[in-house]
């Protein structure tokens, strides 16, 4: 046995529970992520979030696509909803303008919202829709066995890629900053403080909200690109990564090996997609315009 | 229960089939709509983005037909009645959120003013060659409602059916126009609210405790709830279990997809939609559905005045097909002639549901305008010999 590993208790009491619980759906524990993927972490920080922000859990839903991250919204207590490959952001938009007072939450994975979804995600930050979006960025297809993504860093080798990616990847940061984002943050998975603070200030901030998290795989990244497991990650991440709030979207371009800047990027405020929608209709009908009534179905 | 009169534009119109069938998903309650333009199916989404805003509700031009066909899915859960629009290559691109309709079992409406295709085919002509497609065009087994109006005024009558079936089957619903429908002018009655039949949605009375949000009732049909009721619900498109959680094992696969498919058995027989006349002598059947039945309506007038015993059985709701009417028609008939703007697509189902009782004649039409009553006269008269 080496010195080095954490101590761990002889026994579980009976008793034992974990806080974030009452967050999740523990009747589909145990969960498909394999060991030291880094969502749970992040489902872990989410559930944090949704406590210290007091957000109205009844009034929450997740909305995610296809892939690893995909399975999130399947394991959160909320209302939840599973729906299409890259489709998560549109069945979001629904969701938000059929009822404003919904929080919706998108939660899902590089490929998912960057490749299939790619059109929906800068559409949704052009209209600053009042949807926070997370993406889990393990820089691979995991669920399909490990194919080359629009963020996987150049030269890496991947099972689409057996000779090295060669592509450029999305900046993801700078790319929704372009497309109009409120917010935008990125950290990695060993930033677990920083992850559930920064997804506590997206619950409360108006319009749409981008949280980029680096998480390892070590199953389908780093075997086979021979980067090591789960703790080698958490170890690149905690000496690659550098703290620049506010640091130009231009300088947050991510490398197989280099330097991670982490951070918050932008938060500024615009009027949202309904604002903007009420005050031309507003503008132009007067009192003609009826607002939509929440849940209009009542029927 | 009746129509909410704010959607209701009550009084005799002049209007096209597309502006016609706005005014029916009005009336039947929708309030929100996600949409993409495409000809000739625009004009739909055109009078509901000036009309909704002094209604009350939701009208958003998403980037594609991708997004249309799933933002009014958020909006179904969320409460709303929705439904978005399209033609040919944009019915393409909605196919696999159809199947996430049907497999979620999401009430909704899908518009399609069909165009003559493949590909971009003929955008501003048109066809009937999308019917196959409006049954099978999502992969996998799950059931289908179409309904195939002929006139402006049905055009109307027939949106409030396609919500409220959607509604009754927690299904997507096509309504399948064709452009001549789309575009043609006719007067439209639109009734007064309290006389529009409206189906309310299958709120559950059960609380959160003991509701399972695919457990279904004695119709097969399970109720529901919307996101912010309190339940926890999930909604997933893999194959899932009476509570929604995922469970991708052949039992559970085998009575989901089986309850898809037969949970619209009723509508396929007993309920089927569809008008006949002069069948009491036919010895020849004309079955056409949308413009062509229009159409074919001078060939069966032709055909009568040269004696020859002609009838008509128009469809309606042309999914699920009504197999056994017209099985027991097949077995008192010389023939069934098929008109149809495509190079046969319905005429496979009524060969296959006349089991070789009676011939089945095919009147195909590649598309770009419609039949030549002549031609379909001609296939009533061969028939008859």
């Known amino acids: ?299 | 229960m009746h129509a909410d009169p704010k959607g209701v534009l009550t009084g005799v119109h002049f209007i096209d089939g597309d502006h016609a069938c706005c005014e029916g998903l009005l009336a039947a309650g929708a309030r929100f709509s996600s949409g993409y333009p495409i000809t000739p199916s625009t004009e739909v989404v055109e009078r509901f983005a000036q009309r909704i805003p002094t209604v009350g509700g939701v009208f958003i031009q998403m980037e594609d037909e991708l997004a249309a066909s799933i933002t009014l899915q958020g909006a179904v859960w969320a409460g709303a009645k929705a439904f978005t629009v399209t033609s040919g290559p944009g019915f393409s691109l909605m196919m696999e959120h159809i199947g996430l309709a049907a497999m979620t079992e999401t009430p909704c409406v899908f518009v399609d003013v069909q165009r003559g295709g493949p590909s971009t085919g003929l955008p501003t002509l048109p066809a009937q060659a999308d019917m196959m497609q409006a049954r099978w065009g999502s992969h996998g087994d799950y059931g289908m409602i179409a309904l195939c109006p002929n006139s402006p005024q049905e055009c109307f009558d027939l949106a409030i059916t396609a919500f409220n079936l959607a509604e009754e089957f927690r299904t997507p619903v096509m309504l399948m126009l064709d452009e001549c429908i789309g575009h043609m002018t006719e007067k439209v009655v639109i009734p007064e609210a309290e006389k529009i039949e409206v189906t309310p949605r299958r709120w559950t009375s059960e609380p959160p405790e003991t509701f399972q949000l695919f457990k279904p009732k004695a119709d097969m049909v399970p109720d529901m709830v919307k996101a912010g009721d309190g339940y926890s619900i999930h909604v997933t498109g893999l194959t899932h279990d009476e509570r929604g959680y995922p469970n991708m094992t052949v039992d559970v696969q085998d009575r989901s997809v089986r309850r898809l498919v037969n949970k619209l058995t009723p509508l396929a027989n007993e309920r089927a939609i569809f008008e006949t006349a002069d069948l009491d002598d036919a010895e020849v059947v004309v079955v056409s559905y949308g413009i062509t039945s229009r159409v074919a309506q001078r060939a069966l007038k032709l055909a009568r005045e040269q004696g020859i015993k002609a009838g008509k059985f128009r469809l309606i709701s042309a999914w699920p097909f009504p197999t056994e009417r017209l099985r027991a028609l097949a077995g008192r008939v010389k023939a069934m002639v098929v008109p149809e703007i495509n190079l046969g697509q319905m005429v496979l189902e009524v060969e296959r549901a006349a089991a070789g009782k009676c011939k089945v004649i095919p009147v195909s039409h590649a598309g770009g305008t419609v039949h030549n009553p002549e031609v379909i006269l001609k296939a009533i008269v061969e028939a008859a010999r």
């Open chain 1, 1 to 299: 046995m080496s010195d080095t590993l954490l101590e761990v208790l002889p026994e579980i009491p009976e008793d034992a529970h974990n806080p974030v619980e009452p967050f999740l759906r523990m009747d589909r524990m145990p969960h498909i992520w394999c060991p030291g993927c880094g969502i749970g972490t992040t489902v872990n920080c989410f559930a944090r979030a949704l406590q210290s922000s007091q957000v109205d859990l009844k009034k929450t839903v997740i909305v995610s696509g296809i892939g690893c991250t995909g399975r999130v919204a399947g394991y959160a207590n909320l209302d939840s909803f599973h729906t299409t490959h890259g489709r998560a952001i549109p069945f979001a938009t629904g969701m938000k303008l059929a009822n404003p007072e919904l929080n919706v939450v998108v939660y899902s994975g590089d490929g998912d919202l960057f490749a299939i979804g790619g059109n929906h995600f800068i559409h949704a930050a052009r209209r600053n829709m009042d949807i926070k979006v997370v993406c889990v960025n393990n820089m691979i297809y995991a669920m399909t066995g490990g194919q080359t993504a629009p963020t996987t860093p150049g030269t890496s080798v991947t099972s689409t890629a057996p000779y090295g990616v060669y592509e450029p990847t999305f900046n993801l940061p700078a790319l929704a900053e372009a497309a109009g984002a409120s917010y935008v943050a990125r950290w990695t998975t060993f930033h677990v403080k920083q992850v559930a603070k920064s997804m506590e200030e997206m619950m409360k901030k108006k319009g749409f909200c981008f949280i980029e998290i680096i998480s390892p795989c070590p199953t389908l990244y780093q075997r086979r690109n021979k980067m090591g497991d789960a703790l080698d990650a958490m170890k690149y991440y905690k000496e690659a990564s550098k703290v620049r709030n506010g640091a130009p979207t231009s300088e947050t371009t991510l490398s197989k090996t280099g330097e991670i800047v982490v951070g918050k990027f932008v938060d500024r405020d615009r009027p949202d997609y309904l604002e903007v929608l009420k005050a031309q209709m507003v503008s132009v009908l007067g009192d003609r315009y009826t607002e939509p009534e929440n849940s209009c179905c009542e029927c």
